[in-house]
């Protein structure tokens, strides 16, 4: 009897201790682990009221701002890994975007493209093998590794046939400004194509493929910045980052040193460079896969400043809501290139222009009439400051944020090259390539919805 009371008074405590902390403590409203804001308390309307989604988005938002969010659900990866209750196999789910997956049975060997001609002319093996069981976390994510060698991939779900509308936004670029205008192509891979086991490969499509049948599909007048082979001969250096889904500045370097050659521009080796360091920087990857593995493996940001170019930059950024959809947009101001980040801050890879929401013009002082307009996702922002070698302006615009007209901004701001630098995932998504055609046919200084 004194047991079962024991029990009761032990659980009744339990209760009202978290009934106290969940109605009476202030409620979170930004996840760092998850990298978002969290739901605020809706609107009241008699219409959202009536149809029963005003206490429905109640609901939601009690659940998802609940006090100390991050804390539990850190405990609960704790608790979790203790028990090793890690999410099974059949748990993997792709988010690469909304075009069908195909299936792929490619070998492990992948064949390369000449930038130039659209040739297969080699091949790269992989090699790059993990010494520890892969486990596959939720959201599509393996986990490889154990300790400070830990690293997480998201996994590929795209098929070899794929991506052929990437390849059509660049050749329509390029037919709409001719010969005045060169036009690149480079789709990035992403970690899982060169640090996934042969455990895993199960899990996830070969990105190759997908890349090859963009090049395949670009006019003769469009040139492909096949970075590929250039990133598999440097596999065993730190290009990519472990605990999140970008690479890391170093694979950055070696794809804008690959692209300088085929632009035939001016490029300078590290050496022209001061090496900075953020350390213990744990990246969007912990929250992605609830992995407390993750965590328990920061590493070094690393990152280059050309020290031997003069360069400022300008910015005009744009006000997003919390649709991310653009409402507003700023005057051009002056502001760094490198922003400055403490050392474990998750949000390091922000670093370069502080984030996406803004076009950004860097002028420099190299002198060849040369200037580029960047097109990317948030991969491509690693790229531009190894360019202000190579270029007299570096121009860069997210395919997410830009409301003006592409052919009056190129015009404009008399832009000479145009470099399409998604990657794979970005670029397999009609989201991407169609926002980029739709950039040459939106009225300029209007603010609509982004598809």
């Known amino acids: 009897m004194k047991s079962d009371k024991a029990y009761i008074m032990i659980l009744t405590t339990a209760v009202m201790a978290f009934a106290i902390v969940f109605d009476t403590f202030p409620r979170s409203r930004i996840s760092e682990l998850e990298k978002r804001e969290l739901a605020t308390f809706p609107k009241y309307s008699v219409d959202k009221l009536k149809s029963g989604s005003f206490t429905s988005e109640i609901s939601s938002w009690f659940s998802d701002s609940e006090p100390f969010r991050d804390d539990f659900m850190t405990l609960s990866m704790n608790i979790k890994d203790y028990l090793g209750l890690a999410a099974s196999d059949d748990q993997v789910t792709f988010h690469a975007s909304s075009v069908p997956m195909e299936s792929s049975k490619q070998s492990v060997k992948s064949k390369s493209i000449d930038q130039d001609e659209n040739r297969v002319v080699g091949e790269y093996e992989n090699d790059i093998t993990a010494d520890e069981n892969a486990k596959i976390a939720n959201a599509g994510i393996i986990i490889v590794g154990k300790g400070d060698k830990t690293r997480a991939l998201m996994a590929y779900g795209g098929g070899p046939h794929g991506c052929v509308g990437y390849a059509k936004a660049a050749n329509e670029y390029k037919a709409t400004f001719g010969k005045k205008v060169n036009v690149y192509c480079m789709v990035i891979p992403t970690a899982v194509e060169f640090y996934c086991p042969d455990k895993a490969k199960r899990c996830t499509h070969q990105e190759r493929p997908t890349i090859n049948n963009v090049y395949a599909h670009l006019s003769d007048s469009v040139k492909a910045v096949d970075i590929y082979t250039a990133l598999g001969k440097h596999a065993k250096e730190d290009i990519f980052l472990r605990t999140d889904h970008h690479w890391a500045p170093l694979g950055a370097y070696y794809a804008a040193m690959t692209f300088a050659k085929v632009a035939k521009v001016p490029f300078r080796g590290l050496a022209d460079y001061n090496r900075k360091v953020i350390t213990g920087y744990v990246g969007s990857m912990y929250g992605y896969s609830g992995d407390i593995a993750v965590k328990k493996a920061p590493e070094n940001f690393v990152f280059y400043v050309p020290s031997k170019v003069k360069y400022s930059t300008t910015y005009i950024n744009y006000t997003i809501n919390r649709d991310y959809h653009v409402t507003g947009e700023g005057k051009p101001v002056r502001g760094v290139f490198f922003a400055h980040f403490r050392n474990g801050s998750p949000g390091a890879y922000c670093t ?28 491509g922002n690693a790229l531009p400051g190894f360019l202000f070698y190579s270029f007299e302006e570096v121009h860069v615009v997210d395919s997410r944020y830009f409301t003006k007209n592409m052919k009056d901004y190129v015009r404009e701001n008399k832009i000479t090259d145009i470099l399409f630098a998604n990657n794979i995932f970005k670029a397999y998504s009609r989201h991407t390539y169609g926002a980029y055609t739709r950039f040459l046919k939106q009225k300029g200084d209007t603010f609509a919805h982004n598809i």
């Open 352 to 379: 370069f222009m502080g984030g996406d929401t803004k076009i950004t013009q860097v002028r420099t002082s190299t002198k060849n009439h040369r200037r580029l307009l960047i097109l990317k996702d948030s991969f």
